[in-house]
C-alpha cells in the first residue's frame, strides 16, 4: 500500500491462487498423488466434486433415475392442458409455433383453418385429405402410420430388436398365447414362443417398427385386411420412445404401457400394436370404446384382455386394408408382428421415411 510495486506484487499473489488451487484439483481429477484438499474450507471445490461424480456414475444408475421419473402423472398433466380451448387469437401463433418446430404439412390436412382447431389435442389429432393418402394395391401389406422405420424382417429366437443390438422379448412383448390346433393350453416360454404363434412349418414370423415424431399425422390405420380377435391392454410406463433412448433402456417397449390387438390374415397370426411414450398416454381404438389407457394406478406386469369372438360374433372384428383404426394423443410407435410365407420379402429401408398406405413388401 505505500510503494506501488508492492501494490503489483500483492495483485500478482491473488491471481495466482485460483490458478494453483485449480491445478491441484485437477490433478485430483486426473489421479495424481497430491495432498489431500480441506474441503471444509472450499466449499465451490467440494460442489465441483460431486458434479464430476455424478457425470461418471454408473450408466445403469443413471437409467434407474429415468424410470423414476413420473412420467404417467406427466403426460396426465399434458393430456388435461391439451384439452384446454385456446382463445380464438391465440390459436395461429401456438399452432404456428408448432407448425415451424416439427416441420408440420398443414397442406395435407382436411382443415388447414388454425383457428378451426379449438385446442392442441384437436390439432395433434387432424384428420388428412383422402387423396393424399393412396393404398398400394400392389403389397398385400401397407403401412398402418405416418413415420420412420426403425426395424423390420424375421423375429430370430423370440427376440425383436429394439435398436441395434438391444433387443426384447416377444413373449413379453405379446404376453402369453393359445394355440390353435392343440388343446387349449398357455406358455410363456420364450424358447417356444415363435412357433406357438405359427400356424404353418412353411411359414415365419416377421416383424416391422414405425416410430412416429411429434411432427407426424397421429392417427394409425389397418395395415392389411385382417380380423382383430383379442384386444390386450397392458398398463406400464410411459417412457420416451425416441432411438436414443431405446439404446438406453432395455425391453423398453415391454415396459411401457401399450394396446395390442391380436388376430388372424390370410397367411396365420397377425398383431399390430400400440406402444404409448411421454405425453402419449392416451391411446384410442375406435372400434373399442371401453379402452381406457393411462390410469392413475396400475400393477406391474397385469395385462387386460378383451374378446371380440365373443362379443362381436365368431369372426371378431373385421379391418379393411387402410380403414381408420386409432390415434396417439401426440406420437409414438406402432409394432406389426406377422405370419407370412418363407419367401416374403421387405421393400424397405432401415431409417426411412414412410407414410400411410405405402407398400411394405410382397410375396
Known sequence: LVHPSHSRVVMVIRLQVPRLALRRRLNALSGSVSRPTPWRRRPIAFLCYVLSASALR????RVALYRSFPTRLLSRAWGRLNGLDLPNWL?????????????????????EDLH????????????????????????????????????????KNSEVEQVKGVTYSLANFLGPQKR?????????????????????PDSDLF???????????????????WKVELRRHFPGSLMSVNPGVARLVK????????????????????????????NV????????QELQTNAPRYTKGTFFDRSYVASAGAQGVALQKGAALGEFNLGSTIVLLFEAPKDFSFNLQPGQRIRVGEGLGSL
Open 58 to 61: 454408473p450408466l445403469a444408475n
Open 91 to 111: 390459436r395461429k401463433p401456438i399452432y404456428s409455433l408448432y407448425i415451424w418446430t416439427f416441420g408440420v404439412n398443414m397442406q395435407e390436412a382436411a382443415v
Open 116 to 155: 378451426h382447431y379449438r385446442n392442441l389435442g384437436e390439432f395433434f389429432r387432424r384428420r388428412l385429405k383422402p387423396a393424399v393418402r393412396p393404398l398400394c394395391s400392389s403389397s398385400c401389406l401397407t403401412s398402418p402410420a405416418d413415420g420412420r422405420i426403425l426395424h423390420f424382417g424375421r423375429v
Open 180 to 200: 390353435r390346433e392343440d388343446p387349449p393350453f398357455w406358455s410363456d416360454s420364450p424358447a417356444s414362443f415363435r412357433d406357438l404363434l405359427l400356424s404353418s
Open 207 to 225: 416383424h416391422m417398427v414405425v416410430y412416429l415424431a411429434p411432427g407426424d399425422y397421429h392417427c394409425f390405420h389397418s395395415p392389411t385386411d
Open 251 to 278: 425391453e423398453l417397449f415391454c415396459l411401457n404401457e401399450r394396446v395390442a390387438l391380436i388376430g388372424q390374415w390370410q397367411h396365420g397370426f397377425f398383431s399390430l400394436t400400440a406402444v404409448g411414450a411421454t
Open 281 to 288: 398416454g392416451s391411446i384410442r381404438i375406435y372400434f373399442d
